[in-house]
């Protein structure tokens, strides 16, 4: 996943600005961080513990991911005003835009998954089958906005090979951005009267 490395370098970035202009990091000033775990919990719940997803229907499983990116839509858009959030909002709504009119999961053609995946195991999935955790095997003619899809792979020499989204590019870039803005100027302070 790109978010992770994305944090990593932002936090990074942010600590060594801080450090440089010889002040303290300061965090982003975040409201509503609640809303990041309940969009979290029922996909984590759903997607990554063990039986709970062959237990759902698959019906009850599309609806998880488009509820969990709109309570993302949501904590960005109430913190719009910070710097790098308004990319990340972006992101998100594009990620929300084609897991809805995708049946609630995240499209990847047959060429991109093969990347992912031996020829012999693909072969063992169908267009409309689940591919991995959050993913749905389309051909690109069956996918509504294919080029918000699953689609962009890491360079090959990369150990860690996984798919992603333009959307999830911008999540990245936007996360970044939030964590290594630092202010550099002091804040003028208000007028004594």
Same mark, same amino acid.
């Given at each position: 996943?790109?978010?992770?490395?994305?944090?990593?370098?932002?936090? %990074?970035?942010?600590?060594?600005?801080?450090?440089?202009?010889?002040?303290?990091?300061?965090?982003?000033?975040?409201?509503?961080?609640w809303l990041?775990?309940?969009?979290?919990?029922?996909?984590?719940?759903?997607?990554?513990?063990?039986?709970?997803?062959?237990?759902?229907?698959?019906?009850?499983?599309?609806?998880?991911?488009?509820?969990?990116?709109?309570?993302?839509?949501?904590?960005?858009?109430?913190?719009?005003?910070?710097?790098?959030? %308004?990319?990340?909002?972006?992101?998100?709504?594009?990620?929300?835009?084609?897991?809805?009119?995708?049946?609630?999961?995240?499209?990847?053609?047959?060429?991109?998954?093969?990347?992912?995946?031996?020829?012999?195991?693909?072969?063992?999935?169908?267009?409309?089958?689940?591919?991995?955790?959050?993913?749905?095997?389309?051909?690109?003619?069956?996918?509504?906005?294919?080029?918000?899809?699953?689609?962009?792979?890491?360079?090959?020499?990369?150990?860690?090979?996984?798919?992603?989204? %333009?959307?999830?590019?911008?999540?990245?870039?936007?996360?970044?951005?939030?964590?290594?803005?630092?202010?550099?100027?002091p804040k003028?302070?208000?007028?004594?009267?």
């Open positions: 996943m790109i978010l992770l490395p994305a944090l990593a370098a932002g936090l %990074l970035v942010g600590f060594g600005w801080a450090r440089w202009h010889d002040r303290p990091y300061q965090p982003p000033q975040m409201k509503y961080l990041i775990f309940i969009s979290f919990l029922p996909q984590f719940a759903a997607f990554y513990l063990p039986g709970i997803s062959q237990r759902l229907a698959h019906s009850s499983l599309g609806l998880l991911l488009p509820f969990s990116q709109a309570l993302l839509l949501a904590f960005a858009w109430l913190n719009r005003k910070l710097p790098g959030m %308004l990319i990340l909002l972006l992101g998100t709504a594009l990620n929300f835009t084609v897991i809805t009119a995708n049946g609630g999961f995240m499209p990847i053609s047959p060429q991109t998954a093969g990347h992912l995946v031996s020829q012999e195991v693909l072969m063992d999935f169908q267009p409309g089958d689940r591919f991995g955790t959050k993913d749905i095997l389309l051909l690109p003619q069956d996918t509504r906005f294919e080029w918000l899809a699953d689609r962009f792979l890491p360079p090959a020499w990369s150990a860690y090979q996984v798919a992603f989204s %333009l959307g999830d590019v911008l999540i990245a870039i936007g996360i970044f951005l939030v964590l290594a803005y630092q202010e550099t100027q003028e302070s208000l007028p004594v009267r």
